[in-house]
């Protein structure tokens, strides 16, 4: 990361990054190293597979699923992997170029704590659908288990224009395996002034395919449909890293850009149906919110009071393990749920039982993941303290916290 010389009387704190300024003298050493964690994110975490189980759960009918809220809730988590993941590449990119470290380090230790993360509970889930989808009498398709077994089920569901019964939301997931297969690669190597070209280009890309798509369901489900959203994820995260003083700009485009997208949600609902392409809307309102929550903070308003939500940061905490067994948990419980509803609640309209199977279920989902992180998930993921990206770095923020004193 950069180091430079700024003639200042405070120390400060910003919430673009974990951003310290030392005081010597009457100049600063202005360090920005790696992102600060911002507990909002996770609230959008939450909100967004939230709006998945909605539409999984709930019947396609219904009011709350008017704006499709698995596709957007779905986008919304590309954005958001889209800007921490080039945040995270960036940050480390810097300061392996300051210490001289090796780049390889970096993308070898990127890797590994991303299969940490991800496989333990991926791989876990999938076995739990071998073991009881005879049970449910849910036969899998064939090929499918090797699909999902080598991220690569979005291809696969391309091909036989069917989704699976179990495991209908792994497409999203092997998108998100094969962007970290070329994203680091291209963030960690490229010259730096072709980077904000790539961005772009991955964007017009991104769009492109979706008005070029020939079957529009099943080509949602293709790496190349969905590099709108991962590439305004990660334009958002090459100014906050490179040009934080545009973050404002961008706040104002991403704010003409969201009101153009809501009016035109707002006719189609009124039944002008001229435009499609949701996705690309739903990938300017998730760049719009996130972008909104790093330009207002650490300030508190209506909005960022609402992220500040605890549960709703719990909840983020572990969308990742409610995203992969919301599914497979639906078929295991829903139907001896009604059965129960209409023994115990004659009195109750029968089309509300999908709406209290929601309420009370989604907690029941929510313990159930709880106990997943910290039995499954966490241990796992602690091993990515042997997986530093700059041991040099990660020696020196020790030192920094031992002996220099920063804002809180």
Partial sequence: MFLTLMKHSQISHTALGNTREFAFNKYIVYRMPALKYIKQLDSIR?????L???WHWLPKESYFNVVRTGPFGVTVFFVLSG???TRILLDNRDEAEEYNHSLGTVIRSFYIR??????PAYYFTLLLVIVLHDHLHLPLLQGELFANLTYTSNFYVFNI???PTLTPHFWSLAVEEQFYLVWPLAILFLPKRLLPFLIIIFIGAGIFSQFMASDPEFSYVLP???LDALGMGGLLAWIVVTKPGHLKKAYLVLNIAATLGLLVMILDWCGLEFY???????SIFGSWIICYILVHQPKRNIILSALNNSVLIAIGRVSYGIYLYHVLFFYLFYYRTIN???HYLPFVPENYFPYLFFLVHFWVLYFLCKLSWYILEKPVLDLKRYFVYNEKYASDKKQDKRSIPTSS
Avoid: E, G, M, S
């Avoid at 939450?46 to 939230?50: F, G, S």
């Avoid at 991303?114 to 496989?119: A, D, G, H, S, T």
């Fill in 46 to 50: 939450a909100i967004a597979v939230i």
């Fill in 52 to 54: 998945v189980l909605v």
């Fill in 83 to 85: 800007f921490l993941i």
């Fill in 114 to 119: 991303r299969v940490l993360r991800i496989f």
């Fill in 161 to 163: 224009k069917t989704w």
């Fill in 224 to 226: 190349q449909t969905c």
């Fill in 276 to 282: 499609h392409q949701w996705r690309i809307l739903y």
């Fill in 340 to 342: 129960v509803f209409y």
